[in-house]
T-cell receptor, first 117, second 114 residues
């Protein structure tokens, strides 16, 4: 079974520029997450999708970040305009458990390393 | 506010010894707790899950305990090997339907010396 795919793996941009990240979850996984991981910290949730609907985006800085999962499969995360503090690894994860179940395992992609200069 | 604490200092142990990592949390009532391993340049990899009504879980050389009274989980690796060197993250999740996302601690880096 193929894992979670993310691209690009690395991106360097200047502040105020725009950037987009792409994620393709494991086939059949209905739930998709985007996390931000700043160096030395654990991943922090940005947004959670169930199929193509948003379940939780309470920690997404909506003035500059946006995400979509139009067909309920792959997803894109965009930052516009980027700030220096957005330098981090952006991780995509997916899981197959349905929302009414309790336990789940999340499968993470390799992440996209963003450096904002 | 909710807080998850893991020892930020690296844990250095000798090969063959048991590594014990700690995860403490406050202002949180998790339905379950998970432990993940993260290697440099890679995403976290799931290791073990333990529910709030379970005291202990084992998988090969790994053991997790969960004390909801102390609000603490301990993660043990027995007979540690240099290949176990990595950062270990604990993550908590709420119960109920809907939001499923995990809240992660900052991780503890384990270094196993040969």
């Amino acid at each position: 079974e193929a894992g979670v795919a993310q691209s690009p793996r690395y991106k360097i941009i200047e502040k105020r520029q725009s950037v987009a990240f792409w994620c393709n979850p494991i086939s059949g996984h209905a739930t998709l997450y985007w996390y931000q991981q700043i160096l030395g910290q654990g991943p922090k949730l940005l947004i959670q999708f169930q199929n193509n609907g948003v379940v939780d985006d309470s920690q997404l800085p909506k003035d500059r970040f946006s995400a979509e999962r139009l067909k309920g499969v792959d997803s894109t995360l965009k930052i516009q305009p980027a700030k220096l503090e957005d330098s981090a690894v952006y991780l995509c994860a997916s899981s197959s458990q349905r929302p009414e179940t309790i336990q789940e395992t999340q499968y993470f992609g390799p992440g996209t390393r963003l450096l904002v200069l | 506010s909710q807080k998850i604490e893991q020892n930020s200092e690296a844990l250095n142990i000798q090969e063959g010894k048991t590594a014990t990592l700690t995860c403490n949390y406050t202002n949180y009532s998790p339905a379950y707790l998970q432990w993940y391993r993260q290697d440099p340049g890679r995403g976290p990899v799931f290791l073990l899950l333990i529910r709030e009504n379970e005291k202990e879980k084992r998988k090969e050389r790994l053991k997790v305990t969960f004390d909801t009274t102390l609000k603490q989980s301990l993660f043990h690796i027995t007979a540690s090997q240099p290949a176990d060197s990595a950062t270990y993250l604990c993550a908590l999740a709420p119960g109920g339907a809907g939001r499923r996302a995990l809240t992660f601690g900052s991780g503890t880096r384990l270094q196993v010396q040969p």
